[in-house]
């Protein structure tokens, strides 16, 4: 066995103890609830007064956010790393003095410093949806089916969240929203290690490596979160917030 891990580890792999993974997805499910519903329940209930967005496209498509912060002026912090999206969410919230935009990746150490993205000469080739793909994973966008000579680099600012909250003078938060095309779960993680803030997260965990969710899982338990499953999307919500999943 010792050979086979050392094998492994040369050639880049790590042996993992398959009960490592035991249920390690098994959260529950709301089957009623769509984020959008989730979303106006909150709202409506005046249980989110302020928003930090991680991946905010370009503040229309494939944002189930944008039409609750225009409608109740929620005090929100809007990232976006990629600089075409980022100047059209400019545009959209430009006179709105409650929401602030930051062209950024958050990345964890700030090893981050490009982003792969479909070449916009051929993005007519594709579903709409691409549109809403980028990663720092060139793989990932050739999972969603994009041909590799139709992927380009591009060069982006990173930070970390806390560095990001730093910056922003961001001291309290009720709602955090994460959708970083597979890197979710290290960007919660990495927030909830290093924050004393406790706001509802909901990121997207179909694409988050199955030991970054298995930990986070854990570490999620262990400050007494809760959570299910809205589709791809996972609700974590503190003990101080109930949330009706029955609704």
């Known amino acids: ?21 035991k249920n ?5 499910s709301n089957s009623f609830l769509t984020v959008h519903n989730l979303l106006d329940i909150l709202f409506e209930n005046n249980d989110i007064n302020s928003i930090v967005q991680i991946g905010a496209n370009d503040g229309v498509r494939f944002d189930v ?41 958050i990345s964890i150490n700030n090893e981050i410093s490009f982003l792969f993205k479909v070449d916009s000469r051929f993005i007519h080739l594709y ?9 720092f994973d060139r793989n990932h966008l050739v999972k969603h089916g994009v041909k590799k000579k139709h992927i380009v680099k591009e060069k982006i600012n990173s930070l970390s969240i806390n560095e990001l909250l730093k910056k922003h003078n961001i001291t ?21 290690s290093n924050s004393s803030l406790i706001p509802i997260i909901i990121f997207e965990y179909i694409h988050v490596d199955n030991i ?11 400050i007494n979160y809760k959570f299910f499953s809205i589709n791809e999307n ?9 949330i009706n999943i029955d609704t």
């Not at 390690?24 to 529950?28: C, D, E, K, L, M």
């Not at 929100?76 to 400019?90: A, D, H, T």
């Not at 579903?127 to 990663?135: Q, T």
């Not at 970054?212 to 262990?222: A, C, G, R, Y």
Request: positive net charge.
């Open 1 to 21: 066995m010792k050979l086979i891990k050392k094998i492994c580890g040369l050639l880049g792999y790590k042996l993992v103890d398959k009960n490592h993974f």
């Open 24 to 28: 390690s997805r098994s959260i529950t």
């Open 65 to 105: 956010l944008n039409e609750f912060i225009k409608k109740y002026q929620v005090k929100s912090l809007l990232v976006e790393p990629i600089n075409e999206y980022f100047q059209k969410l400019f545009l959209k919230y430009k006179n709105s003095n409650f929401v602030t935009i930051e062209n950024s990746a």
């Open 127 to 135: 579903d709409e949806h691409i549109l809403g793909v980028s990663s």
């Open 172 to 192: 309290e938060i009720d709602l955090l929203y994460v959708d970083a095309e597979g890197h979710d779960g290290k960007i919660v993680k990495d927030f909830i």
């Open 212 to 222: 970054v969710f298995h930990e986070l899982v854990l570490k999620l338990k262990k």
């Open 234 to 242: 996972i609700i974590c919500y503190p003990p101080n917030r109930i």
